[in-house]
């Protein structure tokens, strides 16, 4: 079965300080991987891929098959990433995408 | 484009309340999905159609749910009886096909509809 686990509901961080968030999953395939986000009173959208192997807003994130995880992570946070992040996994060709319960990011200044 | 249109932004009913939630997808997508988001369960995959037919409805948690894809330009989510536990926010999706070896399309969310239902 898929399934997409993200362990920390709330996670505090102050300005500057180095931020990851855990993720992760459970596919008998080769998944997709995605990071989505939602600020506040903003649509959710897409933060990064793993396939497109990119860092966006000084996010990466690296899926390690071994581990089954793929954990965001940004070296020095800003208040501005203030939001709610979702993991999300799809397999297939269905465009189908399982959501983990999200993590909300809180940076104090 | 105006992305992903959903209706009505919020909804406020009465148990036992018929409750109507439209969507808009971007066109030319051919996936539309139906999520429910809640504090507790996250973002709950309901239901998604390819080509305006039901492809999995595994999600929809009772019968009391139900989901109709008449165009390509429009879809509905009706919960018949509404209940206090149906509170939640409802959002609507939609992506291109997939691209193959380029991997699967993301999908661009709508606002949301928040339901309360009393």
Known sequence: AQRVTQPEKLLSVFKGAPVELKCNYSYSGSPELF???????????LLLRHISRESIKGFTADLNKGETSFHLKKPFAQEEDSAMYYCALSGGATNKLIFGTGTLLAVQP | DA???????????????EVTLRCKPISGHDYLFWYRQT????????????????????GMPEDRFSAKMPNASFSTLKIQPSEPRDSAVYFCASSRP??????????HFGNGTRLTVT
Do not use: C
Not at chain 2, 3 to 17: D, F, Y
Not at chain 2, 40 to 57: C, K, S
């Open chain 1, 35 to 45: 990071w989505y986000v939602q600020y506040s009173r903003q649509r959710l959208q």
């Open chain 2, 3 to 17: 992305g992903v249109i959903q209706s009505p932004r919020h909804e406020v009913t009465e148990m036992g309340q």
């Open chain 2, 39 to 58: 504090m507790m369960r996250g973002l709950e995959l309901l239901i998604y159609f390819n080509n305006n037919v039901p492809i999995d409805d595994s």
């Open chain 2, 98 to 107: 997939t691209a193959g070896r380029m991997g699967n399309s993301p999908l």
